[in-house]
């Protein structure tokens, strides 16, 4: 990510993960970073590992205190000119055998944690001339996974939201990425090997640097798209163009049928 000294840049998720590895490049390249977390132990460790990060404690499905968190933001660092949103949870298994609480917890908290976030932000960076907003998606958002429905059924939400906003407020300025990996070796991941292991078998996933280096091409490209990691185009490519041979083959895969 391009060093902009002065700057400011908004990192959700911050405290482990993709976020957490934004927040850090971002700090070391320049940029003054507001990291935001549910989780207070990770912020205090991460703000120990580098200078320039300053931590929020924020649920992000509280829309109220996502929109407190922004305000802070705009007057101890500045308005954000920069929003990477990764916060997440994952929750796998067989949809119609999820409670639809669960199934319902996901779609809050992915989608309804990114519309708090992006609807708290934009007004700020409108009024300072514009800004950039980098979503992360999911390449399961665009292929059905079994196993995977809840969470791609949000994730695919995602996308929808970050081709509307990127349309609405382009005149305002503000650009809108959508990063959509496959998995990525965080925690996250390391939780739904261990609770549905049948999901990904002996895939490994993308490093969190890899993902964040895809973000900085498509950044500077000017693109609203990104998909790291070998093959992870062509799977979406398939989706547009082949969708049932596609299914078919992933279906054959995971569930044997």
Known sequence: ?????????????????????????????????????????????LAAETSGVLPYVCDVTDQEAVAAVVRDVGRELGPPRRLVHCAAVAAMGRLLDQAPADTLRLMNVLYGGTLH??????PAMAARGGGEIVLLGSIGGWVPVPLGGGYGAAKA??????????????????????VCPPAVETPMLARIRRE????????????????LDS???????????????????????????????????????????
């Open 1 to 45: 990510m391009k060093s902009v000294p002065g700057e400011v840049a908004v990192v959700t998720g911050a405290a482990s993960g993709i976020g957490r590895a934004a927040a850090l490049r971002l700090a070391r390249e320049g940029w003054a970073v507001a990291a935001v977390d549910v989780d207070a132990a990770g912020l205090d460790a």
């Open 117 to 122: 976030t992006v609807q708290a932000v934009v």
């Open 157 to 178: 939400a995602v996308h929808f939201l970050a081709e509307i906003v990127a349309a609405e407020h382009r005149a305002e300025g503000i650009r809108v990425l959508c």
């Open 196 to 211: 549905s292991p049948e999901l990904l078998g002996p895939i490994t996933g993308l490093s969190p640097e890899k993902v």
């Open 215 to 257: 973000m900085d091409r498509a950044l500077s490209r000017g693109r609203a798209w990104a998909f790291p990691g070998r093959g992870t185009r062509a799977l979406w490519t398939a989706r547009r163009l082949a969708p049932r041979a596609l299914s078919g083959i992933i279906g054959r895969t995971l569930v044997g049928k």
